[in-house]
């Protein structure tokens, strides 16, 4: 009788999809949704999909047009790296640009687009940013950080019986100058924001509200701006980053990095081509944008490792003989025999972990 309930429970839990075998590795709760006598489900029952929403805060003035070239290339292929993990997170990205108070900068304030898992919108929006006037030294960072931190739609929310899957909470601060009021000589607003906007008051409500702050430097920022850059960072659960510059061939760039020919096409017609060389400036920030991102992906339950990919073929394990007792590790000895057959992979972990979950199994 046991061998039979056995054998049934083991074929309802071979027919359980791959991604199941993920979850019970990763300790996760597998998902039971209700379904009719054809299988379907008959009522809502959504996966807790792993949420990250993401925020790029980028200075937008007329230094930073390589630094805003880099991420309008490779925000796409960022963003595909990390959703190549499992689950597949449900990432959404959110822009937001600063200059300066007039009569430093009379374009805009601030700009922002927000968060959304269109990723083609965000790269338009992004194909809009120039990078243009900004007046004395600091810029607008304080209403940049402001809007990014109450403007935008952040899921301030986490799936209560499922902890792993709150939702991560990032902002990239990307800029190559203080805010004003921070001790630069350069100022023409020395009290700080003209709209009573405050860098450290964002710090504390990024706090409050989960959302981690990772800042990145230009060419051109002071002691100031690194000084502030640093702590908005440390105090927010982030980091700062230093960008470095190198010179590449424009045409060579694009090429290696698979992107059509128009993206050196308009790369030539920002400040720093090099019409001599035929060279751009470029900086790794894509490298460091997709591993915090993806490290955050991890910290809510994405696995970047195929958990099933490398295992032999089940097939190829399961000694011929069910008598065997490659079972007895999983049932405690029920089914007898010997446990020198027991083949070494996650299939067995799998029905182990199960069995040891079922209560009336250790009565």
């Known amino acids: 009788m046991i061998k039979k309930i056995m054998s049934l429970m083991l074929m309802?839990?071979?027919?359980?999809?791959?991604?199941?075998?993920?979850?019970?590795?990763?300790?996760?709760?597998?998902?039971?949704?209700?379904?009719?006598?054809?299988?379907?489900?008959?009522?809502?029952?959504?996966?807790?999909?792993?949420?990250?929403?993401?925020?790029?805060?980028?200075?937008?003035?007329?230094?930073?047009?390589?630094?805003?070239?880099q991420v309008k290339t490779h925000i796409k292929k960022i963003v595909k790296e990390v959703e190549s993990g499992y689950p597949r997170p449900d990432l959404r990205i959110g822009i937001v640009t600063y200059r300066d108070h007039a009569p430093e900068e009379y374009g805009y304030v601030t700009q922002y687009l927000d968060l959304t898992s269109d990723i083609d919108r965000a790269l338009n929006f992004l194909g809009n940013i120039d990078a243009q006037g900004g007046g004395d030294h600091p810029e607008a960072v304080a209403d940049g950080l402001y809007d990014a931190i109450h403007s935008m739609n952040w899921r301030d929310y986490s799936i209560q019986s499922v902890p792993a899957y709150e939702t991560q909470k990032l902002i990239f601060l990307i800029g190559d100058a203080a805010p004003h009021g921070v001790g630069s000589s350069d100022s023409s607003f020395e009290q700080g924001c003209p709209d009573g906007h405050n860098y450290k008051e964002s710090i504390e409500e990024a706090q409050i509200r989960g959302i981690r702050i990772f800042t990145v430097s230009g060419s051109g920022m002071d002691y100031p701006g690194v000084r502030v850059w640093q702590d908005i960072a440390e105090e927010t659960g982030g980091s700062y980053f230093e960008l470095s510059y190198q010179r590449v061939d424009v045409d060579q760039y694009y090429k290696s990095e698979g992107l059509p020919a128009s993206y050196a096409e308009e790369a030539r017609s920002d400040a720093d081509y090099?019409?001599?060389?035929?060279?751009?400036?470029?900086?790794?920030?894509?490298s460091f944008g997709s591993a915090k991102m993806m490290a955050a992906a991890?910290?809510?339950?994405?696995?970047?490792?195929?958990?099933?990919?490398?295992e032999p073929e089940v097939e190829d394990s399961l000694p011929e003989d069910p008598e065997d007792g490659w079972l007895s590790p999983i049932t405690g000895g029920v089914t007898g025999g010997s446990t020198a057959s027991v083949p070494s992979n996650s299939l067995v972990n799998f029905f182990k972990t199960i069995f040891t979950r079922i209560a009336f199994w250790n009565r």
């Open 12 to 69: 309802l839990l071979i027919a359980l999809p791959i991604g199941a075998l993920a979850q019970v590795q990763k300790g996760m709760p597998i998902m039971a949704c209700p379904v009719d006598g054809q299988g379907n489900v008959i009522e809502p029952c959504p996966f807790p999909q792993p949420a990250i929403d993401v925020v790029f805060v980028i200075d937008s003035t007329g230094s930073m047009q390589d630094e805003i070239r």
């Open 274 to 286: 090099d019409r001599s060389s035929n060279t751009i400036l470029v900086n790794p920030f894509a």
């Open 298 to 310: 991890e910290s809510a339950g994405v696995s970047y490792d195929d958990p099933v990919e490398d």
